[in-house]
């Protein structure tokens, strides 16, 4: 059969252009806004990446930076800037589903601290976005309200979980998003639509008001369409935060100068561990291109080890499941969300609520982390999962002790078929297989758009730093970009 794919991609205007014309009365928030409500009506219908939209609050914040802008008042960082939340980050009144069945109209009495903080910047929510459910998942096929299509290819998947953050950004149907990232989540969906995505540091950015994976490894971070722009955005959501404990309370750096400067002099480490057998032959040319471009733009490029990344994939499976079996145990029928009506007894009401209510891939995890954390199997697996986990956390600490980042295709692979690996849960899970190690270990990563296969799909370069080394991370992720990569 012939394809009937179609492409989307528009991309937005910079963070700079869009002030620039608020400044100077060319644009008004409110036309902008609406604007971008016209797109979505345009384009949603065939992407489904909004799930619902906070518009009255969107026009009310961009009425009020009109305001500002009409009396010459100063404009803060993101003033009238449209961005979408994905939906397993609340806002006040809105509806959270996390893409799933048993969050059915719930609506948050409060908003998230990352949500908060855009607000108090300016931004203009636009709506919640679609992911995968409860973000689990690599490609948005997971959600309970369908899948999101890759504006890129409409017959592709967009990554995921945060599939309709990335794909929000790709398509113009919002300038940047937020996104979560337990195992890859943000990275990979940006490196499947070609846009930036940035995993902070594990508590540089609060968690107050995420709906909870695994929560030693969940992280926010945004999703923009130009590395100044994510850095932009990661330095108004960053810092700490007393509602959430693992927050930290190191200085946030001004990340968007950071990423203005030169790389000239810096040691990029090159792991062989992420260049094996299984990586796409355009995926690695397009990537070897990248580290060419870093060369040319005066690094030093060197190789390093981390020989425990071939342990990386079951690790965060046995990790990951046991956390979300223990996080999405609250999910009962009793207080809030779906509550099935076969509830005659109270063992049948959570029995069936929880059956009715979770997908399949949320329940094969629930089962799986269940198993792990049992009498009898708990040190087997959960424990030694830990412990190699400190491994993978020792290795990055001592290659990041030669060099100042480290550069790895962000997929293996370029964007897959809708419903091609959906039948095969392991093979969805390799498609984590690069994404999970700076999961594991707690370091910052950026993916940045790095070319393209023969056929114009996306394909993206994963920039990985230290703890705290975000602006590190952006500095190289800017002079890939530079490079304008074909």
Do not use: W
């Amino acid at each position: 059969m012939p394809s009937t794919a179609e492409s989307y991609v528009e991309k937005p205007k910079t963070l700079a252009a869009l002030r620039a014309g608020l400044v100077s009365g060319a644009t008004k928030a409110t036309d902008l806004a609406a604007s971008y409500y016209d797109r979505i009506a345009a384009v949603n219908p065939r992407l489904n990446i909004y799930l619902s939209l906070t518009k009255e609050r969107a026009l009310a914040q961009a009425a009020h930076i009109d305001a500002l802008a009409a009396k010459g008042d100063p404009l803060p960082a993101l003033a009238g800037v449209p961005v979408g939340i994905k939906d397993v980050l609340v806002m006040q009144g809105a509806p959270a589903t996390a893409g799933s069945k048993i969050l059915e109209g719930y609506r948050p009495p409060y908003d998230a601290t990352c949500v908060s903080k855009l607000e108090a910047a300016g931004a203009v929510l636009l709506g919640k976005l679609n992911c995968d459910e409860f973000a689990m998942g690599s490609s948005n096929e997971n959600s309970a309200y369908g899948p999101v299509r890759n504006p890129v290819d409409t017959d592709r998947v967009p990554g995921g979980s945060s599939g309709g953050s990335a794909a929000a950004v790709a398509s113009n149907m919002a300038v940047a998003t937020l996104g979560s990232d337990t195992g890859g989540s943000i990275r990979q969906p940006a490196s499947f639509c070609g846009v930036v995505g940035v995993l902070p540091t594990y508590g540089r950015v609060s968690r107050y008001g995420l709906i909870a994976f695994a929560s030693s490894l969940d992280r926010v971070g945004p999703l923009a369409a130009n590395v100044r722009d994510a850095a932009t955005l990661l330095g108004v959501i960053a810092g700490h935060d007393p509602k959430d404990a693992t927050s930290s309370p190191a200085p946030v750096p001004d990340y968007a100068a950071e990423s203005d400067k030169p790389v000239a002099g810096m040691r990029i480490g090159i792991p062989a561990e992420y260049f094996a057998e299984g990586l796409d032959p355009e995926v690695r040319a397009a990537i070897e291109k990248g580290i060419a471009a870093l060369q040319a733009a005066g690094c030093t490029v060197k190789p390093v080890s981390l020989p425990h990344t071939k342990y990386a994939i079951p690790t965060y499976y046995l990790v990951a499941t046991a956390e979300a079996s223990a996080n999405l145990a609250r999910f009962d029928g009793v207080r809030y969300g779906y509550r099935s009506p076969q509830s005659e007894t109270l063992l049948a009401m959570y029995t069936h609520s929880r059956d009715e209510g979770f997908g399949a891939e949320v329940k094969r995890r629930i089962l799986l982390g269940t198993y792990a954390l049992s009498a009898g199997y708990y040190d087997a697996y959960y424990l030694k999962a830990q412990q190699v986990r400190r491994l993978l956390a020792e290795e990055f600490l001592r290659a990041f002790a030669d060099v100042d980042a480290i550069v790895t295709p962000t997929s293996p692979v370029p964007p897959f078929n809708l419903g091609e690996k959906s039948g095969d849960p392991l093979a969805m899970y390799l498609a984590d297989i690069y994404t999970v190690t700076a999961s594991l270990a707690g370091i910052c990563g950026v993916n940045v758009p790095c070319g393209a296969t023969s056929t114009g799909l996306p394909v993206g370069m994963q920039v990985l730093a230290a703890h705290f080394n975000e602006g590190t991370a952006f500095r190289v992720a800017r002079a890939v970009e530079e490079a304008t990569i074909e």
